[in-house]
């Protein structure tokens, strides 16, 4: 079983930046696909990014293309999220979640482990 926890969500202004982690632990970190999503009230859970095991592929949402890039250090047993340029829309509870299978799919389903979520709020 794999333990996620992140963490360096916050209240930031519109044009600002955060940077969130999430600690995995329980598992071979290298052999884990590691993704972000986010899930705002009322709306369902999205996709923002994911990168792959040795992190030569890596895939994100549309709106956040250029703003924000995942990255992981597998020593440290860590993925990271740099989000710049925020904008209010990005508020939302952003999840770090693993997959130990191949491939690194866009959908939250294909993801069986999840961290428990930090919350990033931009205000205008």
């Known amino acids: 079983q794999v333990q996620l926890v992140e963490s360096g969500g916050g209240l930031v202004q519109a044009g600002g930046s955060l940077r969130l982690s999430c600690a995995a632990s329980?598992?071979?970190?290298?052999?884990?696909?590691m993704g972000w999503f986010r899930q705002a009230p009322g709306k369902e859970r999205e996709f923002v990014a994911t990168i792959s095991r040795s992190s030569g592929i890596t895939y994100y949402t549309d709106s956040v293309k250029g703003r924000f890039t995942i990255s992981r250090d597998n020593v440290k047993n860590m993925v990271y999220l740099q989000m710049n340029s925020l904008k209010p829309e990005d508020t939302a509870v952003y999840y770090c979640a693993a997959r130990p299978s191949i491939g690194v799919p866009t959908t939250a389903s294909e993801y069986p482990n999840w961290g428990q979520g930090t919350q990033v709020t931009v205000s205008s």
């Open positions: 329980g598992r071979t970190f290298s052999r884990l696909n």
